[in-house]
């Protein structure tokens, strides 16, 4: 488990984390979510002693990363994969890894061939593509068999092999009993992994809940209603105290009911009904408006020309390979 409790850090006037408080629990995959300049890299940073917090502490396991002896057989990470040792075969950086944490070398072996290494184990990293890097950072994370995983941005540059497979070896992962946090920029891809989720906004915490909370809190549900005879249908709902909205394309969208209720309504008035569906927005959607009053870049109008504006992360490059896949 990992613990932060009132977890501060400034960096001169700026408070990039502001009194975070939570908890990452073993046996879920837990999401950290936030805008850019939320302050989520330099939380994961303190998490491993890699920055001192001003004030508040973090344990893992109920120790200081600093105390842990040999620690990557407590805690494994991803935070950036260029970190690596360029001039160093994969094989050669995970045995560097494994020789000062008293982790025997045939774990090297085993963690390249599960991230699909094998065949480039020993060439130079620094002729890796992105994606290959990825695979050796989780490479590394693995290495000592941890009971606590971090990825920072883990599907970046991977292939979508690589992407199917992350996700559910992080699945696995968790489902085993082990404490997982995962940050991540993809809404998408975090809707698929995460159960349960961190957000925060400008380094205070916003949200700690499941992501099925989340959604259904920050998001509108709805059910939307398509038929041939919509002054009818828009009649009898009113008559039942049900406020119909007209969404264009002859669709009407009815908030605070069911499919079940709204087709028992329509049978019963004989009403044909060419669509009746439930909607229910989307991770990204709720991720927006929870986040709204907290994104420190905002973009104004579009760039044609595609532009990276201020505080924004160009995306994943698509599709690098290799004899595996990226």
Request: net charge negative.
């Amino acid at each position: 488990m990992i613990e932060l409790a009132d977890l501060t850090k400034h960096y001169g006037s700026k408070k990039a984390v502001d009194h975070l408080t939570f908890s990452v629990r073993p046996g879920v995959v837990t999401g950290f979510l936030g805008p850019n300049g939320a302050g989520k890299s330099t939380t994961m940073r303190m998490m491993l002693d890699l920055d001192n917090p001003t004030s508040g502490t973090v344990r893992i396991d109920g120790k200081h990363y600093r105390d842990l002896k040999e620690p990557l057989k407590y805690i494994g990470a991803l935070l950036d994969a260029k970190a690596m040792h360029g001039g160093r075969s994969a094989y050669n950086n995970l045995l560097c890894l494994a020789q000062s944490n008293r982790i025997p070398e045939r774990r090297v072996g085993e963690v390249l061939d599960l991230v699909g290494l094998t065949a480039v184990a020993r060439k130079k990293s620094k002729g890796f593509s992105l994606g290959m890097g990825q695979r050796l950072g989780i490479a590394s994370a693995l290495l000592g068999d941890p009971e606590i995983l971090m990825f920072d941005e883990p599907v970046n540059g991977l292939d979508p092999e690589g992407i199917h497979w992350i996700r559910n070896l992080m699945k696995k992962l968790a489902s085993e009993g082990r404490t997982i946090f995962v940050s991540s920029h993809l809404m998408s891809e975090m809707a698929l992994t995460a159960d349960h989720l961190i957000v925060i906004g400008q380094g205070r915490l916003l949200a700690d809940t499941s992501m099925a909370d989340f959604i259904h809190e920050n998001s509108r549900s709805y059910v939307r209603l398509r038929s041939p005879q919509q002054e009818r249908l828009r009649d009898v709902l009113h008559g039942e105290g049900l406020t119909a909205v007209e969404a264009g394309g002859g669709v009407l969208e009815v908030d605070g009911t069911t499919t079940e209720r709204l087709g028992e309504l329509a049978a019963a008035h004989g009403i044909t009904l060419h669509e009746l569906s439930s909607q229910r927005a989307s991770l990204e959607e709720a991720f927006m408006q929870m986040t709204a009053g907290a994104v420190e870049y905002h973009s104004h109008g579009t760039d044609i020309h595609g532009m990276v504006g201020p505080g924004d992360e160009p995306g994943p490059r698509w599709g690098e390979s290799y004899e595996r896949g990226a």
